[in-house]
Nanobody, 130 residues
Framework: VQLQASGGGMVQPGTSLRLSCVVS????????IAWFRQAPGKEREGVAC????????YYADSAQGRFTISSDTTKSTVWLQMNNLEPEDTAVYLC????????????????????????WGQGTLVTVSS
């Protein structure tokens, strides 16, 4: 499966941005898709994840209440709606895919070490600055 993230840009604090992750090569409903971010000099961290079979969602504490993950399997797209952005949200945002099968790992999907190297798409840069 291939992943392509887009929608990043430079925005002011307090504004919103919606990122897209388009999935190709397989049906989106066969995957959980997670959003991660990596700020300069920092480790990659999980933001949110959606199980596209049962639509359950999982969020990191830093994303709760401000970010919303959603998807449309007919469009093979997963979105990350980010509201009330802060300078600390500045990072490259990436999406990763995990093929569904067996018990759901739940919040483990937010651990970047869970994914194989080939599970990642290219990122999109989000800069929050006044």
């Amino acid at each position: 499966v291939q992943l392509q993230a887009s929608g990043g840009g430079m925005v002011q604090p307090g504004t919103s941005l919606r990122l897209s992750c388009v999935v190709s090569g397989d049906d989106l409903e066969n995957y959980a898709i997670a959003w991660f971010r990596q700020a300069p000099g920092k480790e990659r961290e999980g933001v949110a994840c959606i199980n596209n079979r049962d639509k359950r969602t999982y969020y990191a504490d830093s994303a709760q209440g401000r970010f919303t993950i959603s998807s449309d399997t007919t469009k093979s797209t997963v979105w990350l709606q980010m509201n009330n952005l802060e300078p600390e949200d500045t990072a490259v945002y990436l999406c990763a895919a995990d093929r569904l099968g067996g018990p759901s790992p739940g919040t483990i999907w937010l651990n970047p070490n869970y994914y194989e190297d080939e599970s990642w798409g290219q990122g999109t840069l989000v800069t929050v600055s006044s």
